[in-house]
Protein backbone atom coordinates (compact mmCIF):
# COMPACT_ATOMS: atom_id res chain seq x y z
CA UNK A 1 0.00 0.00 0.00
CA UNK A 2 1.11 3.70 -0.54
CA UNK A 3 0.57 5.99 2.28
CA UNK A 4 1.88 9.71 3.19
CA UNK A 5 2.79 10.41 6.67
CA UNK A 6 2.99 14.15 7.81
CA UNK A 7 4.90 15.22 10.70
CA UNK A 8 6.15 18.02 12.43
CA UNK A 9 3.19 19.81 13.49
CA UNK A 10 2.40 21.12 17.37
CA UNK A 11 1.87 24.13 19.27
CA UNK A 12 4.19 27.39 18.31
CA UNK A 13 3.70 31.31 19.40
CA UNK A 14 3.11 34.09 17.27
CA UNK A 15 6.62 34.59 15.59
CA UNK A 16 8.06 31.07 16.21
CA UNK A 17 8.46 28.36 13.77
CA UNK A 18 7.85 24.55 12.92
CA UNK A 19 8.49 22.69 10.02
CA UNK A 20 6.45 19.89 8.46
CA UNK A 21 7.95 16.82 6.77
CA UNK A 22 6.14 14.28 4.76
CA UNK A 23 6.94 10.87 3.27
CA UNK A 24 5.65 8.72 0.45
CA UNK A 25 6.19 4.95 1.15
CA UNK A 26 4.99 1.78 -0.70
CA UNK A 27 5.50 0.61 -4.16
CA UNK A 28 5.67 4.35 -5.83
CA UNK A 29 7.04 4.45 -9.58
CA UNK A 30 7.07 8.54 -9.44
CA UNK A 31 6.00 11.51 -8.08
CA UNK A 32 5.41 14.61 -10.08
CA UNK A 33 4.16 17.15 -8.03
CA UNK A 34 3.71 17.61 -4.21
CA UNK A 35 2.18 19.82 -2.31
CA UNK A 36 1.13 20.98 1.26
CA UNK A 37 -2.77 22.13 2.39
CA UNK A 38 -4.41 23.19 4.97
CA UNK A 39 -7.74 23.13 6.71
CA UNK A 40 -9.02 25.88 9.63
CA UNK A 41 -11.80 25.07 11.33
CA UNK A 42 -15.06 26.13 9.80
CA UNK A 43 -13.22 26.41 5.93
CA UNK A 44 -11.97 25.14 2.77
CA UNK A 45 -9.22 22.92 2.34
CA UNK A 46 -7.09 25.69 0.28
CA UNK A 47 -2.91 25.46 -1.12
CA UNK A 48 -0.07 26.38 0.81
CA UNK A 49 2.29 25.54 -1.18
CA UNK A 50 3.64 23.04 -4.34
CA UNK A 51 6.64 22.07 -5.82
CA UNK A 52 6.69 19.92 -9.50
CA UNK A 53 9.25 17.34 -10.29
CA UNK A 54 11.38 20.12 -11.93
CA UNK A 55 11.84 21.91 -8.08
CA UNK A 56 9.91 25.29 -9.31
CA UNK A 57 7.28 26.39 -6.37
CA UNK A 58 4.37 28.50 -6.18
CA UNK A 59 2.98 29.41 -2.83
CA UNK A 60 -0.28 30.76 -1.47
CA UNK A 61 -0.06 34.54 -1.41
CA UNK A 62 -0.63 34.24 2.93
CA UNK A 63 2.27 32.71 3.15
CA UNK A 64 4.67 33.90 0.74
CA UNK A 65 8.31 35.01 2.50
CA UNK A 66 7.50 33.21 5.72
CA UNK A 67 7.26 29.29 4.50
CA UNK A 68 9.76 27.45 2.52
CA UNK A 69 8.52 24.28 0.30
CA UNK A 70 11.53 21.49 -0.40
CA UNK A 71 11.75 17.97 -1.45
CA UNK A 72 14.50 14.88 -1.86
CA UNK A 73 13.31 13.20 -4.83
CA UNK A 74 15.95 10.48 -3.37
CA UNK A 75 13.81 9.65 -0.31
CA UNK A 76 10.40 10.81 -1.50
CA UNK A 77 10.03 12.93 1.34
CA UNK A 78 8.71 16.92 0.79
CA UNK A 79 9.04 19.83 3.72
CA UNK A 80 7.35 22.56 4.66
CA UNK A 81 9.67 25.51 7.18
CA UNK A 82 7.32 27.45 8.27
CA UNK A 83 8.90 31.02 9.81
CA UNK A 84 6.87 33.83 11.22
CA UNK A 85 3.81 31.94 11.84
CA UNK A 86 0.72 33.90 12.83
CA UNK A 87 -2.36 32.65 14.97
CA UNK A 88 -4.35 32.64 10.82
CA UNK A 89 -2.01 30.24 10.35
CA UNK A 90 -3.64 27.70 12.31
CA UNK A 91 -5.32 24.32 10.65
CA UNK A 92 -5.05 20.63 9.98
CA UNK A 93 -1.64 20.74 7.55
CA UNK A 94 -1.92 17.78 4.31
CA UNK A 95 0.07 16.56 2.31
CA UNK A 96 -0.52 15.52 -1.21
CA UNK A 97 1.30 13.97 -4.03
CA UNK A 98 0.56 13.03 -7.64
CA UNK A 99 2.45 9.55 -7.95
CA UNK A 100 1.86 6.24 -10.41
CA UNK A 101 2.50 3.53 -8.56
CA UNK A 102 2.64 -0.65 -8.79
CA UNK A 103 -1.18 -0.89 -8.47
CA UNK A 104 -2.36 2.16 -10.08
CA UNK A 105 0.19 3.16 -13.47
CA UNK A 106 -1.86 7.02 -13.86
CA UNK A 107 -1.46 10.35 -12.25
CA UNK A 108 -3.03 9.80 -9.33
CA UNK A 109 -3.78 12.09 -5.98
CA UNK A 110 -2.90 10.87 -2.65
CA UNK A 111 -3.38 12.38 0.35
CA UNK A 112 -1.41 11.99 4.32
CA UNK A 113 -3.83 12.19 7.25
CA UNK A 114 -2.80 15.57 8.28
CA UNK A 115 -0.68 17.15 10.96
CA UNK A 116 -2.49 19.89 13.43
CA UNK A 117 -0.33 23.07 13.30
CA UNK A 118 -1.85 25.47 16.37
CA UNK A 119 -0.22 29.07 16.42
CA UNK A 120 -0.72 31.11 19.75
CA UNK A 121 -1.22 34.30 19.75
Known amino acids: QVQLVESGGGLVQAGGSLRLSCIAS????????MGWYRQAPGKQRELVAR???????NYADSVKGRFTVSRDNTKNTMSLQMNSLKPEDTAVYYC???????????????WGQGTQVTVSS
Open 96 to 110: KAVMTTATRQIWTDY
Open 26 to 33: GSIFSIDS
Open 51 to 57: ILSDDST
